[in-house]
């Protein structure tokens, strides 16, 4: 019953270091997200792909990039971190059909610090 | 304006308290309404959907006003587990689906 899995929970990184963040979610949902949450802020979208094949930028895309692997997949990736990236991270899967329709189900989420 | 607006509290309550948040949207094309609720450094999960009808789960009710732009949570008889911080979230369907999610209201409920 994993839903949706994160890896990994905790990272520290030094400013100009990059690092990959993996989601996989096993629902078989076509719609997958990545936020960010700050103090104060909620959770902000920063990319999502709508289907296997397809990204789209969200509110926050810059400093970050995407991969939608398959439909399992979607992974977020930092090319040179700074430290206003320092956040916590969490992706999301959503289906498009039913009841549950555009209810998203999240990871446990990423604890990034970038010194 | 942000789009999606929540009172950020918080709200010290105590146990068997009723409480109630609200959150009011700025886009008419607002098409589905859910209630998350984060509980501290864990991720968000679906407390409930909103339906126009209004709808109840236990202890829990929601209420939607289309004609407002507001959406409503009501917890009666608090209990310590609901401290939590309770998150409005919006879908809309404006050619592209996007989902907004409020800031959130935390919620302590002391004994």
């Known amino acids: 019953n994993a839903g949706v899995t994160q890896t990994p929970k905790f990272q520290v990184l030094k400013t100009g270091q990059s690092m990959t963040l993996q989601c996989a979610q096993d629902?078989?949902?076509?719609?997958m997200y990545w936020y960010r949450q700050d103090p104060g802020m909620g959770l902000r979208l920063i990319y999502y792909?709508?289907?296997?094949?397809?990204?789209d930028k969200g509110e926050v895309p810059n400093g970050y990039n995407v991969s939608r692997l398959n439909k399992r997949e979607f992974s977020l990736r930092l090319e040179s971190a700074a430290p206003s990236q320092t956040s916590v991270y969490f992706c999301?899967?959503?289906?498009?059909?039913?009841?549950?329709?555009?209810?998203?189900?999240f990871g446990a989420g990423t604890r990034l610090s970038v010194l | 304006r942000k789009e999606v607006e929540q009172d950020p509290g918080p709200f010290n309550v105590p146990e068997g308290a009723t409480v109630a948040f609200n959150c009011t949207y700025s886009?008419?094309?607002?098409?589905?309404f859910f209630w998350y609720r984060q509980d501290c450094r864990k991720e968000p999960k679906l407390l409930m959907s909103?339906?126009?009808s209004g709808n109840e789960d236990g202890r829990f009710t929601a209420q939607l006003n289309r004609a407002s732009q507001y959406i409503s949570l009501l917890i009666r008889d608090s209990k310590l587990s609901d401290s939590a911080t309770y998150l409005c979230?919006?879908?809309?369907?404006?050619?592209?689906?996007?989902?907004?999610f409020g800031a959130g209201t935390r919620l302590f409920v002391k004994a």
């Open positions: 886009n008419s094309a607002s098409q589905s």
């Open positions: 909103v339906y126009s």
């Open positions: 629902m078989n949902h076509n719609s």
């Open positions: 979230v919006v879908n809309l369907n404006t050619g592209g689906f996007k989902t907004i």
């Open positions: 999301a899967s959503s289906g498009d059909r039913g009841p549950a329709k555009n209810i998203q189900y």
């Open positions: 792909s709508a289907s296997e094949g397809t990204t």
